[in-house]
């Protein structure tokens, strides 16, 4: 059983927002709603100033608030690789898992239901990377399994080092952004 | 380490997420102050009728219930109102999800209705006695068994307290917002409501005793919200980095002119002296009192609900 999850070269990671264009072409997001996103950190002190761009989304995380607090499970974990879900004609738009998610990463489409990334299941599926992964120009984004010791993601994770968003909320993302 | 460079640029701009969290709105503070009100009322009701009150004529928990329903429909229609998927809506009673508190909630709110008609039966309104006269009949075979409405008082105040302690931990359950995350909120809500309903009954309470034993209440209900606070702010203060700043948006941050003046102050404090003083017959029972509490109690559900949806925990990302 994969358990799927990204692996994030912050150094390679020009801000370009073509991730972003792919994502919304792809899943034909409306105007206006993004289910990535580029977030520029800076931090430091001058002259001593360090930028961090990342590429975000849903961190298909394995301990997941969103799926506890939805009152009717159209909020749910994917059979294959973990991944995160909205059954659309079993949401009924109560908001709970846009609130509990501490990266809001999730929003509420113009037709009514929650939605987020779905780490373009439909297209790992059929053996294809995700859109975001696939059009990449600097070749910063890795899909895989997280699980598999030898997956491209499990070594770089092996090699490089890492950080997880907001580590603390205690939601252990899968989305892995190497520093 | 202060003055350090922290900045974070974003391009998303999802509606009522960014810039901060602003997806609930009027909606869900207005349920949960009805809501939290209604469960009071239940206890107070199903106390009357378990302490045998009930045999005086003109004793609220005959009137209480009714007023629960409407205003309890009323919540559960902004509720309805909140959602974005509306046609959908039936779908929280096809299943039941252990780990989600709003469909406990959607449960309880199924089972806080029988009891509530249970509580009317009693002894039905002339107004209902004349569309349903068979009612009466109900009412008689009721009243041959007083051990039923001492249970019925039972279930109406386990009920009320699970409504009361729901509206709560509907919000205590979301680690994502600090604010909200404190296990004392539940009983923050269930002891406001509780303020709420006392100071709502004892405005058309017409039973004397009954009147006098409701402002005494509400004047300990206060007294003990006030104490509520205080502890859950010491946890806040001594907790992690996000909740830290999270109780500081209420004490001396954005939200501290409408929390100290409404909330505490018109809210609690002044109320609690006005009644503090009527209660020992140094100045007349007026309608001030009680209506401060009420407003302040749906005031709190606005701060507490908007001020823990701009909580977050960015702050703890920066070491």
Redesign the interface.
Known sequence: MPRYGMVIDTRKCVGCQDCVVACKTENNIPEGHNRDWILTESTGKFPDIHLEIRTERCNHCSETPCVSCCPTGASHIHDVGGVVLITHDVCIGCKACVEACPYDARYIHPDGYADKCTFCIHRVEKGQKPACVEVCPTYCMHFGDLDDPNSEVSKLLQSRKWHVNLADAGTHPNIFYLV | MM????????????????PS?A??EWQIPVYLFLGGMVAGMMIISGYFLFSGRHKESNCSCFSIPTISIVLLSIGMFALFL?????L??W??F??F?F?????W??WILIIVYPALIANILIRPAAWMLKIYPKLSEWANKINQHPFLIKNIGILNMILGLMLGAYTGVLLS?????PLWNTSLLWVLFLVSGLSAAAAFVHLFAKNKIESELLAKADNGFLIVELFIFVMMFLGFLSS?R?HFEAAKLLLNGAYAPVFWVFVIGLGIVIPLIIQLLAVNHKIKHTAIAPIMVIVGGLILRFVIVSAG?YS???N???K
């Open positions: 003055n350090d460079l922290i900045e974070l640029t974003t391009t998303r701009n999802n509606p009522h997420v960014d969290m997806m609930w909140d959602l974005s998927h509306k959908y809506v779908r929280l096809t299943t999800q780990k989600s508190p709003m469909s909630g959607a359950s979301m680690g994502s917002r992690a996000p949806q977050h925990w960015f703890a990302h920066f």
